[in-house]
């Protein structure tokens, strides 16, 4: 089989499905239809129920997009026992994340995420491996539950092994734009998650905003934890650490830290879990 990026061909896609936890399956988008509908679940949660301003073009069509989307790969989950408007059964996304491969974003002249932070060195001393950029996660309110979270992270699992990825990185976002208002758990990434040595990787300097503003003995652990958005706190879980310094992003009024995951670093209990076949048993 042909792999990623190798110059000669693509990995063929997955078009099966990668998880199924009763009505909910987990599998990638198919064709332009299903992208659509997952901008427009992001522009639901991103615009409607949080805090990012649409441009003109976004509020019209109500979607989410940008110049990455066509180039990557998006993962969806379904719920298909959904109701439609006039009740009857109608398959519905409720959430999504979007996957965007090395050899993509070459295309492209760079990844998403090195708009706020500079990740030529750490890719440059990882020269042969391929790297993957998670972006643009969110999940419909009534479906932010573990069974959700599981079926994504089954569907993750599964492409990192079809297409033989080395390591991710991504943005992950605090709500607010004070980073003052943030100092416990940005302090507690900075001192205790920091990416070091070959995997530190630094927020661009005309964006860059220190995440030390607590000294190391200030910093109560227990409370950081608890103040640390769950999508955050999934990726502390299973392996992940985080780049120097925050980038503010003014559009999705966010505090945006760079996650740095290597897969050799993902913790054995969730390699196994996700890996096996327990996200795929009815529930």
Do not use: N
């Not at 989950?77 to 959904?82: F, G, L, Q, R, T």
């Not at 002249?109 to 790297?131: K, N, S, V």
């Amino acid at each position: 089989m042909r792999r990623a990026g190798d110059g000669i061909g693509e990995t063929p896609l997955l078009s099966g499905t990668l998880g199924r936890l009763g009505s909910l399956e987990v599998r990638l988008a198919r064709g332009p239809r299903e992208i659509w509908r997952a901008q427009r679940l992001r522009y639901r949660v991103f615009y409607q129920e949080m805090s990012a301003k649409p441009d003109v073009v976004s509020r019209m069509f109500r979607r989410d997009a940008d110049r990455f989307d066509k180039a990557c790969d998006h993962l969806l989950v379904i719920d298909h026992a959904a109701r439609g408007r006039f009740g009857g059964i109608k398959p519905k996304v409720v959430g999504t994340y979007r996957l965007m491969r090395q050899s993509a974003a070459e295309r492209l002249g760079g990844f998403y995420t090195q708009g706020e932070f500079d990740l030529g060195p750490m890719l440059a001393r990882h020269p042969g491996q391929r790297f993957l950029e998670l972006g643009r996660s969110c999940v419909l309110k009534p479906y932010r539950t573990k069974r959700t979270v599981e079926l994504l992270w089954a569907g993750i699992w599964a492409y990192l092994q079809h297409h033989r990825i080395d390591a991710m990185f991504g943005c992950a976002s605090f709500d607010g734009t004070d980073p003052d208002a943030l100092a416990l758990p940005l302090s507690f990434l900075h001192h205790q998650a920091r990416s070091e040595g070959d995997w530190a990787a630094i927020a661009h300097a005309e964006h860059f905003v220190g995440m030390d503003r607590l000294p190391p003995e200030m910093v109560d652990a227990k409370l950081a934890l608890k103040q640390l958005p769950p999508l955050i706190k999934g990726y502390l879980r299973i392996g992940a650490r985080f780049g120097t310094g925050a980038v503010i992003d003014h559009q999705f009024g966010t505090t945006d830290v760079l996650v740095v995951l290597p897969v050799s670093a993902i913790d054995k209990r969730y390699a196994d879990y996700y890996g096996g076949e327990t996200p795929r048993r009815a529930a």
